[in-house]
């Protein structure tokens, strides 16, 4: 079974500082990607930044970034000079390479909080 | 950008009723999606749909439910005989078709329609 694991049900932050949210996966497959989804609140959940499994370089979106572990499974995000608009809930996702567009496996998210 | 729209963004339900929630996909978008996440808990996959037809469906996803495209804009979650566990936000998505060698496309959402069965 596909599994996405966020450790961290809330994190805070002061503006301006460097976040880091945590998130595990579990799969037996070689080949899948990764996201990590911004839900601000009563908005839709918007694509922050994805990865390719097969890619060693990590991904970034310019202040957000990824740490991708592949033997670890793990697909960190961080976040540096955080603003008050970051303010949300984070959902890491996965879904495997199947050669067309597959279900998303979600996190329980994790509530970010913006501290000015 | 353009965007994927639910309506409504609020439905009330009494138990036993039928309900269905209706998405407007991105028109260039030829997967569309489910999801549900019953407050507290993870967003989950309900169901797949491409080329008319059911793609992929979730354990969730029982005879209770019904999708359609009754048309070249719209694409509908039907709900029959509610239940109180129905009660959920849900979520349409949709992508592009997949485009070969440039991977994965990622999946657009809308605000979802929070769905209450009293």
């Known amino acids: 079974a596909q599994t996405v694991t966020q450790s961290q049900p809330e994190m805070s932050v002061q503006e301006a500082e460097t976040v880091t949210l945590s998130c595990t996966y579990d799969?037996?497959?070689?080949?899948?990607?990764l996201f990590w989804y911004k839900q601000p609140p009563s908005r839709q959940m918007i694509l922050v930044i994805r990865?390719?499994?097969?890619?060693?370089q990590n991904a970034t979106e310019n202040r957000f970034s990824v740490n991708f572990q592949k033997a670890a499974k793990s697909f960190s995000l961080k976040i540096s000079d955080s603003q008050l608009g970051d303010a949300a809930m984070y959902f890491c996702?996965?879904?495997?390479?199947?050669?067309?567009?597959?279900?998303?496996?979600f996190g329980k998210g994790t509530k970010l909080t913006v501290n000015p | 950008e353009p965007e994927v729209t639910q309506t409504p963004s609020h439905q009330v339900t009494q138990m036993g009723q039928e309900v269905i929630l209706r998405c407007v996909p991105i028109?260039?978008?030829?997967?569309f999606y489910w999801y549900r996440q019953i407050l507290g808990q993870k967003v989950e996959f309900l169901v797949s749909?491409?080329?008319?037809?059911?793609?992929?469906k979730s354990e969730i996803f029982d005879d209770q439910f019904s999708v359609e495209r009754p048309d070249g804009s719209n694409f509908t979650l039907k709900i029959r005989s509610t239940k109180l566990e129905d009660s959920a936000m849900y979520f349409c998505?949709?992508?592009?078709?997949?485009?070969?060698?440039?991977?994965?496309?990622?999946?657009?959402f809308g605000d979802g329609t929070r769905l209450s069965i009293l």
């Open positions: 028109s260039n978008h030829l997967y």
């Open positions: 996702a996965f879904t495997p390479d199947q050669g067309g567009s597959e279900k998303l496996v």
């Open positions: 998505a949709s992508s592009e078709d997949f485009k070969g060698g440039s991977g994965q496309q990622p999946q657009h």
């Open positions: 749909f491409y080329n008319n037809e059911i793609s992929e």
């Open positions: 799969t037996s497959e070689s080949d899948y990607y």
């Open positions: 990865q390719e499994a097969y890619k060693q």
